[in-house]
């Protein structure tokens, strides 16, 4: 009798870590929705990447620069894609770099707003939690970061997605460097599958005049990093799916426009918050429209028909700019 009830208690005791687990895989991939409506026809963002050097790099000039413009602009919010503290994230939630990447640089009066930023690969080689945690938001109120989530604001709907555990070379082939996985393995083909069927889902629900995509990780790039396979493979055809207007991304530190040749999707990297000029890239790419290799932010202002993106270099010289609309196209 006593080992009939020990069996069926193991038995009951792994269905329960089973449904745990799923549970678990669930929640970490599920897809928070945040609103954040504005006040005007027009939603006004600035977006930045690749940028967390202490002010090291040109850092601290690119976010002058940054100030300058936000100044004319007024964006309701500012996005990071990602990388925001090199070269292995953050130690803890008591890391100075905080606020030496962070806080003591972008501190123009114009900057100090609503930031939202997705985790990079040098992200996850510090402690992931520390990024996420609700504690670098008492210390600096504009911080928030999650790893996939959907800012609403009404005019557009943002979709923020965490690309590092789609690349398989961090799992096979991470060299010397490690990564912080918790939460991730051993259920990342999980993790994965709930974070793709919540974002296909999220995206043909949405209503939104214009759907908007943003990830670390390039899709298509004509820098060193090139196209992230896994990312084509398997997160773009949903974005096609879905009728995606933009991908957003960083990774590469540069900034580029690059032209879907069987979709309307347009994909911008806005990776040169800090260290750049790489000097490796392909500008044969298919679809590419602009490229620089060097540092730089980007601007997009939408209305319900319209939008535009500009790219300023580190000096605050406009560098490129490309617009939309709903009706048609025009460069």
Not at 22 to 33: E, F, I, T
Not at 211 to 229: E, F, N, Y
Not at 282 to 306: C, S
Request: net charge negative; glycine share 8%; proline share 2%.
């Amino acid at each position: 009798m006593a080992g009939s009830f020990n069996r069926s208690s193991m038995a009951l005791c792994l269905v329960w870590a089973a449904t745990f687990a799923l549970c678990l895989v669930s929640s970490l991939a599920k897809l928070h929705r945040i609103d954040h409506p504005v006040n005007s026809d027009s939603l006004r963002v600035l977006v930045v990447g690749d940028w967390g050097r202490k002010g090291h790099y040109n850092q601290t000039e690119v976010a002058v620069q940054m100030g300058k413009v936000a100044d004319v602009l007024d964006p309701a919010f500012i996005i990071s894609t990602g990388d925001n503290f090199y070269g292995s994230g953050l130690t803890g939630t008591d890391d100075p770099q905080f606020e030496e990447s962070f806080s003591k640089i972008y501190t123009a009066k114009s900057l100090q707003k609503q930031w939202y930023n997705v985790l990079g690969n040098h992200d996850y080689r510090g402690n992931v939690e520390a990024q996420l945690s609700p504690v670098l938001t008492k210390i600096d109120s504009r911080w928030l970061c999650m790893r996939s989530f959907i800012v609403n604001t009404e005019i557009a709907e943002i979709f923020f997605v965490d690309t590092t555990p789609f690349a398989d070379k961090y799992f096979t082939h991470p060299g010397d460097e490690t990564y912080d996985w918790s939460g991730i393995t051993p259920t990342r083909k999980g993790y994965l599958s709930n974070l793709l069927k919540d974002l296909d889902s999220a995206l043909k629900e949405s209503t939104a005049k214009w759907k908007i995509v943003v990830g670390h990780h390039t899709l298509r790039s004509a820098g060193q990093h090139r196209d992230t396979v896994e990312l084509v493979r398997d997160l773009l055809p949903i974005l096609k799916a879905d009728d995606v207007d933009l991908y957003i991304n960083g990774h590469d530190h540069l900034v580029q426009h690059i032209s879907s040749r069987d979709s309307k999707l347009q994909y911008f990297t806005s990776g040169g918050g800090s260290k750049a000029w790489r000097g490796d890239y392909d500008l044969n790419k298919e679809g590419l429209k602009f490229f620089y290799d060097g540092q730089g932010f980007m601007t997009l202002e939408i209305t319900e028909t319209d939008a535009v993106l500009i790219f300023y270099d580190v000096f605050g010289k406009v560098l490129y700019k490309w617009s939309v609309s709903k009706a048609y196209t025009s460069i």
